[in-house]
């Protein structure tokens, strides 16, 4: 008889089930056994973030003993949230699940998480029949510069023999089946994984997926030798993973992604490396119920259908879809009460894309969650390699952080069914319209790239400069624009050593040049050592020569100079004419301009406003905050520090990210009370209330808050009127007489009548300031004016 278990997962004490749409912490997540198979589900909050130690594996969670893997680790990347006002934005966890029954997580200093979703955790247990092998394919993964050959491929930096993907022995690829629904696992040994696609392996033919999956493959971090290192289930990255109907198993890198700070996903042109891993992918052999698209998703699907009748020419080389002969492949496949979904939905492009708060698709009756699940699946680019999809307790699909390039995978989305009660339906308040109350706000820049995205050409020339050459570069800029540009280049590192190593010639040829340099740049005009490489043979001796070049460092030049026209020769393209540099050079300028909004820093510049514009500020390098090593210092006790963890926890349930915020801190997003230096604090006496005692507990302690109120549609005219006058403007003072402000230009101080009832004439220019007023707002019949008078003179204005 096939085991049916559910129970609530055993958190730690720092740890709580939050509900993501009542932002509450009383549903704590659920793990399921289905016969062999596994589910987890549900969401969870810290309560306590600076006790959960970077850097080191967390202890989150137990699992039961009956809901535990038998031989390997389950390595899972959990979408992961900031803070509980934030949306998710590509950001993932390391987790895992052990042969122990410890959940557990590790993450760095800049990704201390807030929310963690942990829907989507899917394995099988234990195994009724032995696993299925998946033969590797063995072939030798060679780019063209390994192809070369050794002797031209060390010229161009490619050393080394030529990497294999190769199973790993402790953990060998493997298929398990759970019913109608087979589950991959097992590791590949460290290989690199570039932009081009590598096939991995091919399923047997009887058991193979009705349709083409496509999945967000984690790439864990290669072993490390050091006690002390990051664990082997840390995830290092996401690859992205494709399961034909053939059975053919592909897979493909693409660009570097990295978390920072702030939170933001940003962009890095670096392949990855790292151990492949198989766990937590999965297919079904049945053929499933169609996924039903929503309104607006079904008229954009008509667009495309009718776009693509008249024309026969089809360019889509990011998806691949030259073996699709459908716009729409999702299908629901219900196994008892587990529901799995696979497939993806396409639509047109050219006009407005979908409105994140409306639903994309909807599940058939009977395929509803018991919650509201939140998962990872497959984006559609480099910029947005994994894509948050949510479904609610409706049925109902969701893209709440907005999809923009036409295509929604759902591979991935599994979960168990809610108990159906007497067969009726629940209905949503409002069908055409989410529930969820956060507010996803997709015009915040969350993906920054850092590789130039969009500006590719300006990348390569960056990344091809020397320090040298880039000062240069900086001074020219400088010149005609009298004033210094601001050129942050992120993550992007220029060639040599700033202060060694400046033309990145190596240190033995820097010391060449250091010491002849005067005489070369007085006998010949020479200011760069690269010049030397670049004048004919005789004219080389006849440098040496005139400069007294000793023997030693001559015979250096000389081969340097051989190995320099070699690599040249291997690297030289042909075409290079002088109309095609020049229209290369102006392509790099224009996208200097775009990259670094020159146009924004010329209008600044202007104003004597020289501070960076927000287009740019993210490609400075970023401050880590060291407040959390300071306020340990002050509270010395555990109920001072718990109350703080409280207090804290307070703030950042109401931070928010877009414009509705009330207040906002002028620490910015360093402020140790926010990661997004914004708060809405709704207009209710308890949140009030409770604000004010938090404020009013942290300033005896030396923990001060900078909070400033956001202006509201309704405020005070306030306006200030300073009086320049000299110091003998009352003529001559009597001996220890001091000097007064003449505050009766702009008001008469009030009087008091004998029943000491304020009144007395403020003065000819009150009178007036206030007919002013009155005519801007007729509509007002009473105004009360507050006037403050200044404490003396300015002393700077003597």
Known sequence: MALHFDAQLSLRKEWAGFDL??????????????????????????????????????????????????????????????????????????????????????????????????????????????????????????????QLGPKNGKLLGVDGPAKTLEPNEYNPPGLVRCGNIFCLHGELKTATFGPMPHFVATLPEDLRPRRELRWNAALLAPPSSDPNGPPDFKVE????????????????????????????????????????????????????????????????????????????????????????????????????????LEGFLSWSTGSRPPNAKQPMAFLPHGCWPQRREVFFTRGGS????????????????FCPEGTLDGRLELTGVIFVTAVDHAGIPPVPPDADWDELKLQYHRHVVNVVSTSFDGHETLEQFVRRSNHHEWSLVQYDFGRHASRKMLLPLGQVMLRGQAKWDIMNIGLEH?????????????????????????????????????????????????????????????????????????????????????????????????????????????????????????????LNNQEDMAKFEAIRQFFYLYETTGCNMTHCSLMGSSDIFTTTGKWYFPDATDVQKQLFENIAWLFPRHIYLYISERQTLRFPFIEDLDVQASNSWQGMLAP???????????????????????????????????????MIYPHLEFLEVLVYSASGYNKGKD
């Open 736 to 774: 220890g007489q001091k000097a007064k402000p003449p505050d009766e230009l702009i008001m008469a101080p009030p009087e008091r009548d004998a029943q000491r009832n304020v009144c007395g004439d403020p003065g000819p220019l009150m009178r007036k300031r206030a007919e002013a007023i009155h």
């Open 382 to 397: 480099d910029l947005e390699e994994r894509r948050r999809v949510d479904v609610d307790v409706y049925g109902r699909i």
């Open 510 to 634: 820097e010391r060449l040049w250091r010491e002849h340099r005067n005489s070369l740049a007085d006998k010949f005009g020479i200011t760069c050592f690269h010049t030397l490489l670049h004048v004919s043979d005789d004219m080389f001796e006849n440098i040496v020569n005139a400069v007294k070049m000793p023997e030693r460092d001559a015979s250096n030049l000389r081969d340097y100079r051989k190995v320099a026209r070699r690599n040249w020769a291997a690297k030289r393209q042909p075409g290079m004419t002088f109309s095609k540099l020049q229209s290369l050079a102006t392509e790099i300028v224009d996208q200097m301009f775009q990259h670094w909004d020159f146009k924004a820093q010329l209008q600044g510049a202007l104003q004597n406003d020289f501070r960076a514009p927000s287009t740019i500020e993210h490609l400075f390098p970023q401050r880590h905050p060291r407040e959390d090593y300071r306020i340990k210092k002050k």
């Open 237 to 340: 990255c996401s690859v992205a993973l494709t399961i034909k109907q053939n059975g053919t198993i592909s897979v493909q890198g693409g660009r570097q992604h990295m978390i920072d700070q702030k939170g933001n996903m940003r962009v890095l042109q670096q392949n990855k490396k790292g151990r492949l891993c198989l766990n937590g992918i999965r297919f079904s052999l049945a053929e499933g119920v169609p996924v039903e698209p929503a309104p607006q998703i079904a008229s954009l699907i008509a667009q495309k259908s009718a776009l693509k009748s008249k024309s026969k020419i089809k360019i889509d080389y990011l998806i691949d879809e030259q073996d699709t002969s459908t716009e729409k492949t999702a299908v629901c496949i219900k196994q008892g009460d587990v529901v799995m």
């Open 21 to 146: 749409m009542r932002l509450s912490t009383d549903k704590k997540p659920v793990q399921y056994r289905r016969g062999n198979l596994v589910i987890v589900s549900g969401c969870i909050t810290t309560t306590s973030p600076m006790l959960n130690q970077a850097g080191w594996p967390v202890w989150i969670a137990g699992m039961d003993p009956r809901c535990v893997p038998d031989e390997w680790d389950v390595p899972f990347l959990a979408p992961t949230s900031m803070s509980r006002f934030e949306g998710i934005y590509q950001c993932g966890t390391s987790a895992a699940v052990q042969r122990d029954g410890s959940l557990k997580i590790f993450f760095s200093k800049l990704t201390n998480p807030m929310v963690l979703h942990l829907s989507g955790i899917c394995f099988s247990s234990c195994h009724d029949h032995d696993p299925i092998p998946l033969e590797i394919a063995q072939y030798r993964m060679q780019d063209w510069s390994q």
